[in-house]
């Protein structure tokens, strides 16, 4: 498994996917299951083109930054800050797994706004770690392991950054 790879491939699906163009994502990075957590977007590649096609339309002006890629075995997570018309911020965190050919066959997200105001300092990218806690099929010692890379980054007071 090549991690490199699996996270510039990442990184490529999805910034292709958001800029409009996300069957071409899907011919170029995706296996041939494409199994989708998210339950505002339907299972499979139609139901991730139909999504990213009807986000362009709605909101062709959104804009996403990639702040870290992360890889592990055949997972790989990214972190992101989107910022979306009426300048209204999102912080995600994205995790793909991989097949043994390089290809997309699984996706997990978690989104949150950032506020504009919290009552305490810790960053937000921890809520969405554990949140994913909560999926039955994820990895946990690949979770655990993204943990402790973003605690060690002080993500409080983070800057964004392009993956590459």
């Not at 990184?11 to 996917?17: C, N, V």
């Not at 299972?43 to 870290?68: H, L, W």
């Not at 300048?87 to 997990?108: A, C, P, S």
Request: proline share 4%; net charge negative.
């Amino acid at each position: 498994m090549n991690t490199s790879k699996n996270k510039a491939s990442a990184i490529s699906f999805y910034r292709m996917a958001y800029a409009g163009h996300p069957k071409e994502a899907v011919e170029r990075y995706v296996g041939a299951d494409y199994i989708q957590h998210n339950p505002a977007v339907a299972n499979g590649t139609a139901g991730f083109i139909d999504y990213f096609e009807r986000m362009q339309v709605e909101y062709p002006e959104k804009s996403i930054e990639f702040v870290r890629a992360i890889a592990e075995g055949d997972l790989v997570a990214l972190h992101t800050h989107q910022t979306w018309p009426g300048n209204d911020q999102y912080v995600t965190m994205d995790f793909f797994r991989f097949d043994k050919n390089g290809k997309i066959v699984e996706h997990w997200d978690a989104i949150q706004q950032i506020p504009k105001s919290s009552a305490n300092t810790l960053s937000i990218a921890y809520r969405y770690c554990f949140d994913l806690l909560l999926s039955p099929s994820f990895n946990l010692p690949f979770l655990t392991h993204a943990i402790s890379v973003l605690d060690s980054s002080s993500l409080s007071n983070y800057s964004i950054v392009h993956a590459t």
